[in-house]
């Protein structure tokens, strides 16, 4: 694994959206938490999180822009994205999945359960992802279950090896983001 700061970000900024694109895994800071992360359209780096994660379930997508992320979301919901998409930079949306014909490249990997999580955190990750053109997933750094990553130390037995790259901030404090989830034609909020 390869290890970056919050300083080299000026000068690795192109660097690490090469190896995002490519299908890199990596561990990425947020807004909240630190997030593990992977280009969401490389179904192989999105199964390798599913790896990492010991788990098959829906992640957050990050998208590269409003505009596709409002096109993934079932047209019975997206009354509900337009309301609340501004407002949710802390939170995540979890939005029936029901792509527009013609989606390139919808990320089926991440919704098994039907469902599609989408934020779009205040921090310069935002920016990272519109660079990329390319949506990234973002899931919490731990096993379902466990402490999320705070500091270095935190990360799960083994997976310095597997993974490519890590982005470290010092350490992130935060809570995970709190879910608004779609049932029976409304948002509920969950925090986490």
């Not at 799960?156 to 779609?182: C, M, N, Q």
Request: net charge positive; proline share 6%.
């Amino acid at each position: 694994m390869d290890l970056y700061f919050g300083a080299d970000r000026a000068a690795a900024w192109t660097l690490w959206i090469r190896r995002l694109t490519c299908g890199q895994v990596a561990i990425l800071p947020t807004d909240t938490i630190y997030g593990l992360s992977a280009n969401a359209w490389d179904a192989r780096a999105v199964r390798r999180i599913g790896e990492f994660k010991r788990r098959r379930r829906s992640s957050t997508v990050i998208p590269h822009s409003t505009e596709w992320a409002r096109s993934l979301v079932h047209p019975r919901a997206r009354a509900l994205f337009d309301r609340m998409w501004a407002r949710c930079s802390h939170e995540t949306l979890l939005l029936p999945f029901g792509p527009d014909r013609g989606v390139a490249r919808p990320a089926r990997e991440l919704t098994q359960s039907g469902l599609i999580g989408l934020r779009l955190p205040r921090h310069w990750i935002g920016r990272l992802v519109r660079d990329a053109g390319v949506p990234l997933v973002s899931t919490s750094v731990n096993l379902s279950g466990q402490p999320h990553m705070q500091t270095l130390d935190d990360l799960p037995r083994g997976w310095k090896r597997r993974l490519d790259f890590t982005v470290f901030e010092g350490p992130l404090t935060g809570r995970p983001s709190a879910i608004h989830f779609y049932e029976s034609g409304r948002l509920t909020r969950q925090e986490r």
